[in-house]
C-alpha cells in the first residue's frame, strides 16, 4: 500500500491515516501536542530526547510497514501521551531486485535559466534501492540497502528579478555629512554558498531459519550545509562596494566588502 501512493514522505503517509494530523512537521494524534507522541524503529525508541520529535530519518522506501497506536500500548512502548508512531525496515527479498528513482527541478545545473524566465536551483533527489539473498538460492540470509541524496544548489527559490541599488545612504544620525553609500546587486539565479546536501544509507541483514528469525539494521544520515540566506541576507552574501565620505562630505574612497558565509555538518547514526 505503501508503494502505491503518490506520495513522497512518510509523514505524508501519516497525515492519511485516522486521527492524525501533521502540520510544520509536527505530528499531532488525537489532538495532543506534538511532544507526546513516541516513536520507534525496529523495536528501538527514536524520541529525540529534548524536543521529543522523531530523531532517525529513513525513506518511504525503506519501510515495510508503518503503524499509529492510539490507545493500548504495547508493553515494549513507553513515553506516550497521544500516540506511537512504530516503523519497520524490509528484511530483504529472495530473490534479487532493486529500484533507481531520479527528482529533479528541470535537470539544469544550477543557476542556469529554464523555461523562459524560470532558473533551476540544482533541486534534485537521487534513491535507489537493493535486495537480495547473501549467498544466491539460500533464502534463509537476506539483505536490504538503500541509498537517498537531496541536494540543493539552492534551497531559497527567489520569486524577484534581479536588480541593482545604487549610491544607496547609510546616514549616521548624529552627522550626516560622514553617511556611507553602498552598491548591491541581487542577482537572478543561485545565491552562492547556499548548498545543502543530505544523504542516507540504511540497511538490514536478516536470518530466517523457520521459527527462529534475527533481524540487524543500520542508518546514517548526514547533512552538509552551507547557508547563504534570502533577499535580506545579499548584503552579507553577495558582498558590496562601500563609498566613505571625507571631510568634505565628497566619496573618495571605497571599498569591497567580499562575499561570506557559514558551514555546517552533522551526521545521526543507529
Not at 488525537?30 to 524520541?47: M, Q
Not at 523555461?115 to 533551476?120: E, F, I, Q, T, V
Not at 560622514?178 to 536470518?207: C, H, M, R
Request: aromatic residues 10%; glycine residues 12%; proline residues 4%.
Amino acid at each position: 500500500q505503501l508503494e502505491n501512493m503518490p506520495i513522497r514522505s512518510l509523514d505524508a503517509i501519516l497525515a492519511t491515516m485516522p486521527g492524525v494530523v501533521v502540520q510544520n512537521n509536527d505530528v499531532h494524534i488525537r489532538g495532543g501536542r506534538g511532544n507526546e507522541v513516541a516513536y520507534y524503529l525496529n523495536g528501538a525508541s527514536t524520541t529525540n530526547l529534548n524536543n521529543r520529535a522523531n530523531l532517525v530519518y529513513v525513506p518511504q522506501e525503506a519501510v515495510e510497514e508503518l503503524q499509529v497506536q492510539v490507545g493500548g500500548y504495547d508493553a515494549e512502548v513507553s513515553g506516550a501521551n497521544s500516540g506511537v508512531v512504530k516503523r519497520a525496515l524490509k528484511s530483504g527479498t529472495t530473490d534479487y531486485s532493486g529500484s533507481f528513482s531520479l527528482f529533479t527541478d528541470g535537470g539544469e545545473a544550477g543557476g542556469s535559466a529554464m523555461l523562459g524566465d524560470g532558473y533551476s536551483y540544482g533541486h534534485q533527489t537521487m534513491l535507489a534501492t537493493v535486495s537480495g539473498p547473501v549467498v544466491p538460492g539460500m533464502e534463509s540470509i537476506r539483505f536490504f540497502g538503500a541509498f537517498e541524496q537531496s541536494s540543493e544548489d539552492d534551497p531559497y527559490v527567489k520569486m524577484a528579478n534581479a536588480f541593482d541599488f545604487t549610491n544607496l545612504v547609510d546616514q549616521q544620525p548624529a552627522n550626516s555629512s560622514y553617511a556611507d553609500q553602498f552598491d548591491l546587486s541581487w542577482k537572478d539565479g543561485v545565491t552562492p554558498g547556499s548548498s545543502d546536501e543530505f544523504t542516507n544509507i540504511t540497511g538490514t541483514l536478516t536470518y530466517d531459519a523457520g521459527p527462529l528469525r534475527a533481524t540487524v539494521g543500520v542508518v546514517n544520515n548526514s547533512n552538509t550545509n552551507n547557508h547563504g540566506g534570502g533577499i535580506m541576507s545579499q548584503l552579507r552574501w553577495r558582498g558590496a562596494t562601500v563609498y566613505t565620505a571625507d571631510d568634505t562630505g565628497a566619496y573618495t574612497n571605497s571599498f569591497t566588502v567580499p562575499e561570506r558565509y557559514s558551514f555546517s555538518e552533522s551526521a545521526s547514526n543507529m
